[in-house]
């Protein structure tokens, strides 16, 4: 193999470690700017802005709520959120890496095992008509879609 391959394989993405932990206080700051961020904003299905007092309201008061901050490379990178209760996730990606492809349905691939060892059976996700890149996203990981609106559409996976 030439010294150029070996460089490009080394300097790829291919090499990356990437893996889920649960988030924590030390997270807050940072999500809150991913989330608050225009970028992200444009693809909520609630794009209303908030204060950084409601987002510790927010933490404080959804005990029950699984909260994943996905990181790679050592570094956090995007957020999942899961609700037990309604079976809802969302989920976004650090603004400044929303671009890159692939990094979502890798966040995305590495909560599915975690799903199943706590006995999740059903993950439900309404997107934006407009979020292409997330209608794509859950396709290809396998939702089908249960109801559509002018707004969104409603996706489900059984696991």
Known sequence: MKTSSIESILSSDF?????LR?????????????????????????PSDFSFEE?????????KLLKLVFEY???????????????????????????????????LSLFMPIAKSLKIKTIKATVKLDNYASRALHEILGFRTIHFSTFALEYQKEL
Do not use: C
Request: charged content about 30%; cysteine-free; overall charge positive.
């Open 22 to 46: 649960p988030m924590t206080d030390k997270d807050l700051e940072r999500v809150y700017r991913w989330r608050t961020d225009p970028r992200t904003l444009k693809r909520a299905n609630d």
């Open 73 to 107: 490379g050592g570094k956090p990178a995007g957020v999942i959120l899961y609700d037990n209760e309604t079976r809802y996730w969302g989920f976004y990606l650090n603004p400044k890496n929303s671009s890159r492809k692939g990094l979502g349905r890798i966040m």
């Open 55 to 63: 987002h510790l309201g927010w933490w404080e008061n959804t005990p």
């Open 15 to 19: 090499l990356v470690s990437a893996s």
